[in-house]
């Protein structure tokens, strides 16, 4: 469901792993951007059961919109999706502003996905969208940009290709996920003229020691401070993380009202009430047969009707 003005299914408390920072080496011009996701990791898998391949792609793309929105000023949310044709049919992952994080994959039955995008199909797009509060809260302004995966070997590769387009600037990343963590590091270099000249490719050398397996098992901080001791970081302080659903009773009474009578009582028919379960975060919605009519006979209080129940 996506309706920002709703008010927020309860998260889970932050785990003491869970934050995203970011940290500046001055004299290279390079700025950077780590997340490291534990707890919150693991209860939104705990609402589902992902193959190992669609685990994998969906804590990277996580790990990258967490990245992302301690790198951009959002101060809505960001989700990347990215859509194709194959096995996988949609795979969506969002930060907000607040540092709730969300999930979900979308598989063709008993199938899995590989994880390098090239073989996700020829026309398979990775979109970057930021949606920030408008003027009318009811209308919140939505920027997004889509790049076609392509060639890419990895999603890292995809999001380093989509900074080369929307920023110009030089874009390192590495992402990793498996049942327990999902981390990433971004450098970045300043634009303009910081730093010395060949502080970009230092930063680039030393980043390419670092492997999947070291960032997953490494405290963000002290992974920042072993890369890139010799470059003196300076740390620019971290937000906790932590999972949160946006789905509310109102939001799936506006969705019911969307629509209609007739229709919502043919679906409570069959079994006397209809039944919605969020796919975020697993939370039911009971509405029985007999309380339909008072749910159509009373206006929508707060909650615009989605466009989709996602």
């Given at each position: ?8 299914s ?9 934050r ?15 997340v ?13 059961h992902?193959?190992?391949?669609a685990?994998?792609l969906?804590?990277?793309a ?11 000023k ?10 194709a ?5 949609s ?16 598989l ?8 390098a995008?090239s073989?996700?199909g ?27 995966l ?17 920023e110009q600037?030089?874009t390192r990343l ?8 999902a ?17 970009w490719?230092r930063?680039?050398?030393l ?5 999947e ?6 405290d963000?901080?002290?992974?920042a401070h072993?890369?890139?001791?010799q470059?003196r970081?300076?740390?620019?302080g ?7 659903c946006s ?22 028919e069959?079994?006397?009430a209809v039944?919605?379960r ?6 039911e ?9 008072v749910?159509f ?5 707060n ?8």
């Open positions: 469901m996506d309706n920002e003005n709703a008010s927020p309860p998260a889970t408390a932050a785990d003491g792993d869970d995203c920072g970011r940290f500046l080496l001055p004299e290279a011009g390079v700025r950077g951007v780590y490291r996701l534990r707890g919150s990791w693991r209860e939104l898998l705990s609402h589902a992902y193959p190992p391949g685990t994998a969906l804590g990277e996580l790990a990258a919109a967490t990245l992302f929105t301690g790198h951009t959002v101060e809505g949310r960001l989700s990347v999706q990215v859509r044709d194959g096995p996988l049919r795979l969506f992952a969002e930060c907000t502003a607040a540092g709730t994080v969300r999930g979900i994959v979308q063709d039955e008993g199938t899995d996905t590989p994880r995008p073989a996700l020829e026309d398979a797009l990775l979109a970057v969208t930021i949606e920030n509060p408008g003027l009318d809260p009811r209308e919140p302004q939505r920027y997004q940009s889509l790049v076609a392509g060639d890419a070997g990895s999603l890292a590769q995809a999001f380093e290709d989509y900074f080369r387009q929307s600037l030089p590495l992402l990793a996920a498996d049942g327990d963590t981390a990433g590091l971004m450098l970045q270099k300043l634009p303009g003229e910081e730093g010395d000249a060949d502080g490719d930063a680039g050398a980043f390419d020691t670092l492997g397996a070291e960032l997953l098992a490494t963000p901080q002290v992974l072993r890369l890139f001791h470059e970081p300076a740390l620019l971290e937000k906790p993380v932590r999972f949160g789905c509310s009773r109102e939001r799936v009474e506006a969705m019911l009202r969307s629509l209609g009578e007739e229709e919502a009582r043919a679906a409570a069959a079994t006397g039944e919605v969020c796919e975020f975060c697993g939370r919605y009971h509405f029985p047969l007999a309380g339909i009519g749910l006979g009373q206006p929508s209080a909650a615009e009707a989605p466009e989709r129940l996602q």
